[in-house]
Every structure is written in C-alpha cells, then in structure tokens.
C-alpha cells in the first residue's frame, strides 16, 4: 500500500483515492484488506477483470439513480487502476463493458486508455 500511495504526490488526490479504494474493497468484501485484493488479482486475472466491470457497472447504476454524476464513475476506477499499475498486475479491461456501455455520449480510446466524447474532446 506504502507504493500506491507515494505514486500520488497532492495530498488532497490520495485522500480521495484512498476513500475511493477502501470504498472497493468493501464492496468486494475485502474490508481494507490490500494485501488479498492483490493476490486475488495475480491468481487470477480474468476473475479480477470481471469483478472490477462489476465494480462500474454498479456506479453506473448509481448514476441512473442520480447518486452520482456520469463523470465520477471514473474517479471510481482510477485508484483500483493504480494500485494495480503500481503492484505491477496488468489487466484489459473490456471497454465494451467497463467504460463506454450505457454513456452514447462516450466512446472508450483504447491506444489512450481515456474517455472521449464524439466530438473528440476529454
């Protein structure tokens, strides 16, 4: 956890991130419990990957709720992105499923791994 949070240098974004990844590890039923998350991840990925596509659909349906806005569903994903990036586990993300499903107004840039509008714009 120590490497995860010195990649992130403002303290206010790892306070958020923390929240964020903490609040996935809960929903996972990992309660703060890092360390499992990862060795679940690197046994098996494909699992990983589905639990992670389950994590945002389950925002997005926060989001037709009106909980939250369509631009916080990323805010969501970004910590549980690092953590693994910075833990050197690497998945694809199918973003038919994670990212664009649901939002016409998106489309998912895979070479760039960001959202963008149709207008091109982000």
Aim: hydrophobic letters at 40%; proline letters at 2%; one cysteine or more.
């Amino acid at each position: 956890m120590k490497i995860f949070q010195e990649s992130v240098r403002a303290e206010e974004t790892w306070l958020q991130y923390e929240r964020r990844f903490i609040r996935f590890l809960k929903w996972l039923g990992l309660e703060n419990n890092a360390d499992l998350f990862l060795e679940k991840c690197k046994a098996d990925k494909k699992r990983a990957e589905s639990k992670i596509i389950e994590y945002i659909a389950f925002q997005k349906d926060r989001v037709r709720r009106g909980e939250i806005s369509e631009g916080s569903v990323a805010n969501f994903r970004k910590p549980v992105k690092l953590f693994l990036e910075m833990n050197d586990v690497s998945l694809i993300l199918d973003p038919s499923h994670s990212f664009s499903l649901d939002f016409p107004n998106m489309r998912f840039v895979s070479s760039r791994n960001f959202l963008l509008d149709r207008a091109g714009n982000w």
